[in-house]
């Protein structure tokens, strides 16, 4: 079956530290797979898009980088965090009939 | 950039009555989709529609589109208290790269009991 996971769920990180995210998909190939970040109480803004292994393509300048080292692994970093990188960050997979699959989502506190 | 915008912000009903939230886009749309989640959840896919269809039915659940008013309308009837969530439209641009969605910021549904 095809399942996407994300971790960890929750984080809480000082400002200046570096941070790394991990969503790996299973039961699929070469998906289309997404990074947004949601501010609390807002909507979801992309930051990353990837179409496969090495490709990125970024959406907002920011504080972030992704990477997409595996088919099936995409990984959200930076090198120092800072306070406004707080919020809640989805990965996510486009299915087959061009709908998303979501991860369960990380909430990143930077204090 | 936002592309979705949903109405209203906040929609508190009753158990069993309908909800009704709307969603306007700027751009030419390959398609549209509409989302839930649960308080500090991920998202979860509801329904899809296409740029050449006008209404569609999942459940209890009924999409409109009409691209000429760049808008679209997610009717949920006779609500629960389980619906409680908030509900996201996306759109999938006509010249889309990668896939992409943009979403709107939500509309936040209660359902009383």
């Known amino acids: 079956s095809q399942t996407i996971h994300q971790w960890p769920a929750t984080l809480v990180q000082p400002v200046g530290s570096p941070l790394s995210l991990e969503c790996t998909v299973e039961?699929?190939?070469?998906?289309?797979l997404y990074w947004y970040r949601q501010a609390a109480g807002r909507g979801l803004q992309l930051l990353f898009y990837?179409?496969?292994?090495?490709?990125i393509s970024s959406e907002v300048p920011q504080n972030l980088s992704a990477s997409r080292p595996q088919d099936r692994q995409f990984i959200l970093s930076s090198k120092k965090l800072l306070l406004s990188d707080s919020g809640f960050y989805l990965c996510a997979w486009r299915t087959v009939n061009y709908g998303y699959t979501f991860g369960s989502g990380t909430r990143l506190t930077v204090v | 950039s936002q592309q979705g915008e949903e109405d209203p912000q906040a929609l508190s009903i009753q158990e069993g009555e309908n909800a009704t939230m709307n969603c306007s886009y700027k751009t030419s749309i390959n398609n549209l989709q509409w989302y839930r989640q649960n308080s500090g959840r991920g998202l979860v896919h509801l329904i899809l529609?296409?740029?050449?269809?006008r209404e569609k039915h999942s459940g209890r659940l009924r999409v409109t589109l009409d691209t000429s008013k760049k808008s679209s309308s997610l009717l949920i009837t006779a609500s629960r208290a389980a619906d409680t969530a908030s509900y996201f439209c996306a759109t999938a641009s006509l010249y889309n790269q990668g896939g992409k969605l943009i979403f709107g910021q939500g509309t936040e549904l209660s359902v009383k009991p």
């Open positions: 039961g699929t190939s070469n998906p289309n």
């Open positions: 990837s179409v496969g292994i090495g490709q």
């Open positions: 529609i296409r740029s050449n269809e």
